[in-house]
């Protein structure tokens, strides 16, 4: 019973789609820790610069002081070390810009792939083949475009030939 249980989870696991999973997680494990680390490194030091020297990774609100040191606490790990209850304003707002960078990412990523799809079905539209047959105006067969008489009706197709209603 667990043999089985094994070799069928070794089949699952080797399976190709669990696979790709795998590799795509890790890949966007990795993303993550970039775009986190571009949050953070890149883009909030700026902007705090612009809004008039805030530290985003140090804005945050005391709801309750520590039991061993009263604030104000200098940053948000003094406060944490302390002992404080912080409301972490400024760790949230990075967590929603990484969270928009990543967002548009897969925007990007998806509607570059539907770009390729929507290119791609149109080149199979433009590649499909021209037909060879016909159909017969009397009988409905399938014949040679170049055939002037139906093999199956043995009507006349010449261009002259006019069909009756």
């Given at each position: ?6 070799t069928?989870f070794?089949?699952?696991?080797m399976r190709?789609?669990v ?9 966007g494990?990795a993303?993550?820790k ?11 030091p700026?902007?705090?610069?612009l809004?008039?020297?805030?530290d985003?990774?140090?804005l ?5 002081n520590?039991?061993e040191?009263?604030?104000?606490y200098v ?9 404080a209850?912080?409301l ?6 990075n ?8 967002a548009?990412a897969v925007?990007?990523?998806i509607k570059?792939?539907?770009?390729l799809?929507a ?13 060879t047959?016909k159909?017969?105006p009397y009988?409905c067969s399938d014949?040679p475009l170049e ?6 009706c043995t009507?006349?197709l ?8």
């Open positions: 019973m667990l043999k089985n249980m094994l069928e070794k089949k699952f696991a190709g789609n696979m790709d999973m795998a590799v795509g997680i890790i890949i494990t993303f993550g970039i775009v986190d680390s571009l949050v953070k490194d890149i883009i909030m700026p902007l705090g610069i809004l008039g020297k805030i985003f990774a140090n945050f609100v005391v709801l309750k520590g039991a040191t009263a604030g104000p940053s948000l790990e003094a406060a944490k070390a302390a002992g209850v912080t972490n304003i400024g760790t949230f707002l967590t929603i810009i990484s969270f928009i960078i990543v548009f925007f990007m990523l570059g792939m539907n770009s799809q290119k791609l079905e149109a080149k199979e539209e433009t590649t499909t083949p021209t037909p047959t159909k017969c009988c014949i055939a002037v008489k139906c093999p199956f009507a006349d010449s261009p002259k030939t006019k069909r009756k209603a």
